[in-house]
């Protein structure tokens, strides 16, 4: 099922992406393939000793995305900005769609659909209103 508006929240772990509708929401879990690799710094490396951004996690979150006329990305650190980063450099079609990116914390998935409604009411409202 496709829906008009969705949300990911994302760090280094995990991605929570969501397809809302007005009554029904569609979520799945993504999470990077090496998990190891992207919570521990690499000690004895030249520049910051930060492992890699892990593009495949961020084409997969993409891919999760599809069908969304509207999406909304957080999370809580610079995972949203490389997950920006990502779509800016192999994803130019979803580019127009990213209507917002916000920093949340560590939410529940009910405060999640909670918290994406009440944003893409409020941005639909305002677009109603210039209009």
Do not use: C, N
Request: hydrophobic share 40%; proline share 5%; net charge negative.
């Amino acid at each position: 099922m496709s829906h008009y508006h969705a949300l990911v929240w994302l760090d280094h772990v995990e991605a929570h992406v969501m397809h809302i509708s007005p009554d029904d929401v569609e979520k799945s879990v993504i999470q990077p393939k090496d998990q190891h690799h992207k919570l521990h710094s690499r000690a004895g490396t030249l520049g910051d000793g930060r492992a890699p951004e892990d593009q495949d996690y961020y084409h997969r979150v993409v891919e999760a995305l599809k069908g969304a006329s509207e999406i909304l990305i957080v999370g809580p650190a610079q995972a949203k900005l490389q997950l920006i980063k990502h779509i800016h450099a192999h994803d130019p079609d979803v580019v127009k769609k990213v209507v917002g990116v916000e920093t949340v914390d560590h939410p529940t998935d009910a405060q999640l659909v909670a918290y994406a409604r009440k944003y893409f009411l409020a941005k639909d409202k305002m677009l109603q209103g210039a209009a």
